[in-house]
């Protein structure tokens, strides 16, 4: 004898609700990464934060600080850059 219950409508109810979540966060990820700005790979900091600095859509896709921030680092002399770039990377856009 098996203790494993039989594929049925229960156990289907019970996959319903992860199935939709699972899908709505596939749309959401999706949907969020659309008007990001492309460029550099995200993991390239200073790459990505000049890409950052350019983009005029980014302070509307995040409405958050970084954009603030990158704009600081882009902008900072040479002497200054090291910490403003430490601070915009503290920022987990």
Same mark, same amino acid.
């Given at each position: 004898?098996?203790d494993?219950e039989?594929?049925?409508? +229960?156990?289907?109810?019970g996959?319903? =609700?992860?199935a939709? =979540?699972?899908f &709505?966060?596939?749309v959401?990820t +999706? !949907?969020?990464?659309?008007p990001?700005p492309e460029? !550099?790979?995200?993991? /390239?900091?200073? &790459?990505?934060? !000049? $890409?950052? !600095?350019? *983009?005029?859509?980014? $302070?509307?896709?995040? =409405?958050?600080?970084l954009?603030? &921030?990158?704009?600081?680092?882009? *902008?900072?002399t040479?002497? /200054?850059?090291?910490v403003?770039? +430490? *601070? +915009?990377? *503290?920022f /987990?856009?």
């Open positions: 004898m098996d494993e039989a594929p049925g409508p +229960a156990n289907q109810q996959l319903r =609700l992860p939709v =979540l699972l &709505a966060g596939v959401v +999706a !949907a969020a990464g659309f990001h460029g !550099a790979d995200a993991n /390239d900091h200073q &790459a990505i934060s !000049a $890409t950052y !600095a350019a *983009s005029r859509s980014w $302070t509307a896709v995040h =409405l958050v600080g954009k603030q &921030a990158v704009d600081d680092w882009a *902008s900072a040479n002497g /200054d850059k090291a403003r770039f +430490a *601070s +915009a990377e *503290s /987990d856009g």
